[in-house]
Every structure is written in C-alpha cells, then in structure tokens.
C-alpha cells in the first residue's frame, strides 16, 4: 500500500511534474518559482488547485489555497503529501 | 403552464413559404414580405436568437438569404435534407439552450408535427401566425438591455472563438494573448443598470456572496459617494462579450469593504475574476487602504474563493476590520488583504477608472 506512487513524496512530484511542464511547454525544476519565471498565472493557478485536488483525492481549503502553497513542484508535493497523511491518520 | 410562458431564446425558421413566399427550388424566385423582414429584426433587437432549419439546397438557399440582406440574423443554420427535428435538436445543443426554451415556425403541418413528436418541448407555430409573434407573451422579454440587443453578435463571435481555440497548439496563456482581450472596468451609469442586473441574476456561480442586487438597490448605491459600482466589458478580436463583471465597493477611511464580485461564467477561461480582483489590489495599494472581502460560500461558486485565497486575501485578524458595519446577511465570512502594487495582467489589456479620491 505504501508503495503506492500516488502517496510518495517522488510520486507526487513526478506527476505534478509531468502536468506543469505539460502545460507550460518546458522543464520544470522542483524548486524553481513558478510565478516569478512568470510561468504560471492566476489563471494557471486556479486550474492547479482543481488538478491536485482530483488527481489526490485531497480537499484543499481556505487558508491552505495561499499562493506560496502552489509557487513550486517542490511546495505542491508538501501541500499534499500532508493533506494525504491527514486523511490516513483519521483512518480513512 | 409556466413552462409555455416562458421566454423563447431561439426561434428556428423553415424558409419556403414561411420566412419567404415561394418555394426556391420550382420558382427560382422568392419574395420576403416587409412584415417578416421587421419581425426579424425586431425579435433581433429583443436579444432572441434565430437559426434556419429548411430543407433546401444548401449553397442556393443561404446565397439568396445573402441577397435578401437577412443572412446575417441567424445563427447555426440547417439547411439540407434530414428530419428538422434533428436540426432543430442540434441547433439547441450546438448553443447549450434547453429545448424548452427554442420554437420553430413553419407553413407545413407535417413539419410541425414531425419536430413536435420527437421534440415535444419545442413550441412550433404556424406560419399563418407570424403577424402576431412579436406580440406573444413568450417572445417579449420583460427587460431589454445593451447585451441582448447585442446578444446575437456575442454568439457569432463566440463560434468564431471556439474554432479558433480548437484549431490553436500551444500554451493555454499563449492562446489568451492571441485573442488581444481588452477589459474596461467603468462607473456603472443608470442606463448600464439594467445590464448589471441581469449579471447578478445569470452568475450565480461566481458571485462571491450569493446576494442578489436589484437595480433599485444599485441604483441607490449610485448616488452614494461611499458606494462604488463598478461595471467590467470584456472584447477581443472576435468581437464583444458584453458586461461580463460587477464590483461593489464600499469605502471605509482606511479601508474599503469589497460587498459583491461577480463575473460570468463565460470568461471564467480567461482569468476575468483574477485580472479584477488584481486591478483593486493595486487600486488599494495607491490609495493606502486595507481591503476586506465579504464572501459567502454557496454549492456553485468556489472558484470564487480559490480566486480570493490566491490573491492572497486571509482570515487574518486586524484592527481595520472593526471599522466596518456588520455585514448584511449571517454566514458572511470577511477576507483581508495587506495590498501591495499588482502588475497588470499579461494576457489582457485594461483600460480603467482610478478609485483614489473621490
Ligand atoms: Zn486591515
């Protein structure tokens, strides 16, 4: 179960990865900022918020849809990573 | 018989011997009654759609509706040889239009029964009844405003968009620019009233706080100088898409208080509530005022929020939020931002009032 790449930290980076260099049309380093290399919009940003979500199975709720949360691959695979271990630990 | 009173969105027409006299094909010749040519223009002007469902040749018939100078009225013609219910269903689905809300004209019993029998919903009308039409209940909307008189431009301007987004490869951003979008946030004036109200009406999905304005309520708000009401059209190189965006705002000494954004749901795509709400923060940041956004979460509008959140308005606690009046209804939640100077948005050009002063 724990093996499974949707709920490790490289899995979830790997895949959110892929989707913004997807959609940017180039590489996309873990820790580069996305909204200062001006890669990424609001616009952009919204679409990531509903992406995580579907793609995870995660909720991600007020304060946790502030800007830092989305600035890097590196931050999204956190933001989820702890939402994800959230839903374990009520036993989900 | 509500549903029979309702407001017919589309009106789908058969050709020979309806909208003209003659029959194309044996008489070559056909004649369009002045009388139907208002009529058309007149349903027009009332923000009713109209499209073409006629069994004809196709190039000959849309050449002479060319000639007769009407072409340019309807949308999304059918003109060819299937069963007209099959047009008609598709002219509804190509323009998202419930089939409660299209109606179809034509002089052949035949063709009124065969589209009512597989599309009961649809009002069919006889031809011998196009004098009285305009004068129907169901063809005479309650309020006319500037959108809908234009309603039939933003239409032909969207396919035009949508084929252009289908046919385009590349980043999403990329695409937005090549629209050349220009957004003008305005005053509204008394006669934009109207207008502002329908947007309240038709966006409850990205209205912040599910509050219905009236334009009796907007028009007080008007005339109060601690009220702004403020109006956003949006157009790009296809065209025009209308009053697309409503703010207003209430401002505070040291604050102003954001009681309602709301944007249509059709320029959710281009970023339309992000470009506004990054234009006030600027706003804000040039008068040196805090901003609190009122928000009321409802089952339709969390994009609103998410749009709230990443601009990068909190919960947090500040000593400006006492200044403000409770809001006016329970369940309000109230958002604040520390603004700082905002860009303007890359993929779109403003043209804008300044708030400072005033
Ligand atoms: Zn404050």
């Excluded at chain 1, 001006?38 to 199975?57: C, N």
């Excluded at chain 2, 050709?15 to 004649?31: A, F, I, K, M, S």
């Excluded at chain 2, 013609?77 to 034509?106: H, M, N």
């Excluded at chain 2, 009002?123 to 909307?141: H, M, N, V």
């Amino acid at each position: 179960m724990n093996q499974d790449p949707a709920t490790t930290a490289e899995g979830i980076a790997q895949a959110i990865t892929a989707f913004v260099s997807k959609r940017v049309g180039a590489d996309v380093p873990a820790d580069q900022d996305l909204f200062e290399s001006g890669l990424v919009s609001s616009l952009f940003a919204m679409e990531l918020v509903v992406h995580l979500e579907q793609a995870f199975s995660v909720q991600i709720l007020g304060d946790d849809l502030k800007r830092d949360n989305f600035r890097s691959v590196r931050a999204m695979t956190a933001l989820v990573l702890r939402l994800n271990g959230a839903g374990h630990a009520t036993g989900a | 018989m509500a549903e029979q009173t309702s407001i017919v969105k589309c009106l789908v027409w058969d050709l020979d011997n309806t909208l003209w006299q003659g029959t194309l094909l044996e008489d070559g010749d056909v004649r369009l009654p002045d009388s139907v040519r208002e009529l058309v223009t007149e349903l027009d002007s009332r923000g009713i759609l109209q499209s073409v469902a006629s069994k004809n040749d196709h190039d000959q018939a849309w050449k002479r509706l060319e000639a007769l100078g009407v072409a340019e009225y309807f949308v999304l013609p059918r003109i060819g040889w299937g069963p007209k219910s099959d047009s008609v269903r598709e002219i509804a689905d190509e323009l998202g239009f419930a089939l409660g809300t299209v109606a179809f004209v034509d002089d052949q019993p035949a063709e009124r029964a065969e589209v009512r029998f597989h599309l009961p919903e649809v009002r069919c009308y006889d031809a011998g009844r196009l004098p009285e039409l305009a004068a129907l209940p169901e063809f005479s909307p309650v309020t006319v405003t500037v959108d809908s008189r234009r309603r039939r431009q933003m239409y032909q301007a969207g396919f035009r968009r949508k084929s252009a987004e289908a046919e385009f490869q590349g980043p999403s951003d990329d695409f937005l620019r090549s629209l050349e979008l220009q957004m003008r946030i305005g005053r509204a004036t008394e006669d934009e009233l109207s207008r502002v109200e329908e947007l309240t009406l038709r966006t409850s999905q990205m209205n912040a706080t599910g509050v219905h304005y009236s334009s009796s309520d907007l028009r007080a708000l008007l005339a109060d100088p601690r009220h702004e009401v403020l109006v956003t059209t949006l157009t790009d190189r296809f065209g025009p898409h209308g009053a697309v965006g409503l703010q207003l705002l209430e401002k505070h000494a040291g604050v102003w208080n954001l009681k309602l954004l709301a944007t249509s749901c059709r320029v959710v795509s281009f970023g339309a509530g992000s470009v506004l709400l990054g234009w006030l923060v600027d706003q804000a940041a040039h008068a040196g005022v805090h901003l609190v956004a009122d928000f009321r979460r409802t089952e339709r509008n969390r994009m609103m929020e998410i749009a709230y959140r990443l601009a990068g308005f909190t919960d947090e606690p500040c000593d400006c939020r006492a200044g403000l009046p409770e809001p006016a209804q329970e369940d309000v939640q109230r958002l604040h931002l520390l603004p700082a100077p905002c860009a303007p948005p890359p993929t779109m050009k403003l043209h804008t009032v300044s708030l400072e002063g005033v």
